[in-house]
Nanobody, 126 residues
Framework: EVQLVESGGGSVQAGGSLTLSCAAF????????MGWFRQVPEKEREGVALISGIGFSSYAASVKGRFAISKDKDKSTLNLQMNNLKPEDTAMYFCAARSAYDCYSASWESTWYDLWGQGTQVTVSS
């Protein structure tokens, strides 16, 4: 079974940058749809950026132009480059994947994904 492990979270001042990574262990290159979600206490998990199995990406309006999602060439690592971070970006960030081969269109619904990492905390101070 594929396991997702995030890394790269931390604390940064507003305007700074961080890169999150999500390693997909036991991944067999099936062209999964993947995404980054974030959650703050007492709020629902929200989608941040998605990427389909064929590399089409989409972003939440709040991060468009500041964040970039990508997969490494072997597609076993998902990355999120976060620039010009704002205090409102503070959250626990989760990597997610839907374990379906040749996935052409990712969903913004968190319940659509069946694989999740443990999360990595991002804290942005003003």
């Amino acid at each position: 079974e594929v396991q997702l492990v995030e890394s790269g979270g931390g604390s940064v001042q507003a305007g700074g940058s961080l890169t999150l990574s999500c390693a997909a262990f036991e991944y067999t290159g099936g062209g999964y749809c993947m995404g980054w979600f974030r959650q703050v206490p007492e709020k629902e998990r929200e989608g941040v950026a998605l990427i389909s199995g064929i590399g089409f990406s989409s972003y939440a309006a709040s991060v468009k132009g500041r964040f970039a999602i990508s997969k490494d060439k072997d597609k076993s690592t998902l990355n999120l480059q976060m620039n010009n971070l704002k205090p409102e970006d503070t959250a626990m960030y989760f990597c997610a994947a839907r374990s379906a081969y040749d996935c052409y269109s990712a969903s913004w619904e968190s319940t659509w994904y069946d694989l999740w990492g443990q999360g990595t905390q991002v804290t942005v101070s003003s």
